[in-house]
């Protein structure tokens, strides 16, 4: 190394900011591996209702597990739930309306509960006509949203969902991957948009629980930083030089009005 030249210094100490950043990333993705072994587990258990009650049918060929259903069946589900669940907060924190009614887990289990009973009542209850359990679950999905979630996001991205949903649906029966039986509204059921629509309602509720129980991690996380930047001498050194740039610059305002 020649003379006059000084080491080249090491690497620079991180603020403490860098961890609140780290785990922002590594909470996104917990809450899609959570999100995503939810839908894995109510594919397998509401499938298996409808696979019970012969609303469904699957070619034999493609049964490949123990509770009777295609393979590929809850790794869809999964994703779909995972890109659902945290699609909602983002799209919440994209518009500036914080979603915070009804902002607690108890009430995220009943939303669970009501959406696996409208799942039930498709495959289990009579009606005389297909038009008429179509009517009754549009009702029910409906009254879900409005009792559990109550948003403009959370309606169109239900609605959007549904739709998105169900022409996946009518493609997949088209190409004859798997059927509905007495089908009615083209090759599905009629009343396939509205299991959609509760669902993207329910799984969208999870999501947003997951995020706001992170955002309260994430306040006191804050709240230490700032404590341990208040710490540092460097950082008091910046705040008092940058409170100083501030009060001169008022005077000199002051001093302008003045003339």
Known sequence: MAEGETE??????????????????????????????IGVFLALVLNLLQIQRNVTLFPPDVIASIFSSAWWVPPCCGTASAVIGLL???????????????REWSSVMRCVAVFVGINHASAKVDFDNNIQLSLTLAALSIGLWWTFDRSRSGFGLGVGIAFLATLVTQLLVYNGVYQYTSPDFLYVRSWLPCIFFAGGITMGNIGRQLAMDFFTESKFDLRRTVM????????????????????????????????
């Open 8 to 37: 080249s210094p090491g690497p620079k100490k991180r603020g403490p900011y860098i961890s609140s950043v780290t785990s922002r990333s590594v909470n996104l993705m917990i809450r899609g591996v959570v999100l995503f072994f």
């Open 88 to 102: 909602y907060p983002c799209i919440d924190r994209h518009l500036g309306e914080p979603h915070k009614f009804k």
């Open 228 to 259: 341990e930047c208040s710490q540092d001498p460097h950082f008091l050194s910046y705040d008092i030089t940058k409170r100083c740039l501030t009060h001169k610059k008022q005077k000199d305002q002051e001093a302008r009005c003045s003339r």
